[in-house]
């Protein structure tokens, strides 16, 4: 099966943070750009992260501001994604996926393997 596997979503108070893991099953996420998505109740697919293959650079889209950080250890075939101060905004389901695009920019239909996803819930 080639496939990420998510974890290390749940349920989170405002202001709280989380590190989501997100391991590649079956094939070597080496030289792949690797982004998370998170799809919120009601919404479309929308990818908050992404980090390159050429030299680590991460970025985010409109939707996720500073408070996304991603990286990712080759050694151990994972690509990490940590939340900080959580808002209920963020409430969702988070998948990873690679591109073949080499592109982190690429969009959403260009990235391939997706996992199960890992639900976090932001709520007081």
């Known amino acids: 099966q080639l496939q990420f596997v998510e974890s290390g979503g749940g349920l989170v108070q405002p202001g709280g943070f989380l590190r989501l893991s997100c391991v590649a099953s079956g094939f070597n996420l080496d030289q792949s750009p690797v982004g998370w998505f998170r799809q919120a109740p009601g919404k479309e697919r929308e990818k908050v992260s992404c980090?390159?293959?050429?030299?680590?650079?991460?970025y985010w889209n409109p939707y996720a501001d500073g408070r996304f950080t991603i990286s990712r250890d080759n050694a151990k075939n994972t690509v990490f994604l940590q939340i900080n101060n959580l808002k209920p905004e963020d409430t969702g389901t988070y998948y990873c996926?690679?591109?073949?695009?080499?592109?982190?920019?690429?969009?959403?239909?260009?990235?391939?393997?997706w996992g199960q996803g890992t639900q976090v819930t932001v709520s007081s």
């Open positions: 980090i390159s293959s050429s030299d680590g650079r991460w």
């Open positions: 996926a690679r591109t073949q695009a080499d592109l982190c920019s690429a969009s959403s239909s260009q990235f391939e393997y």
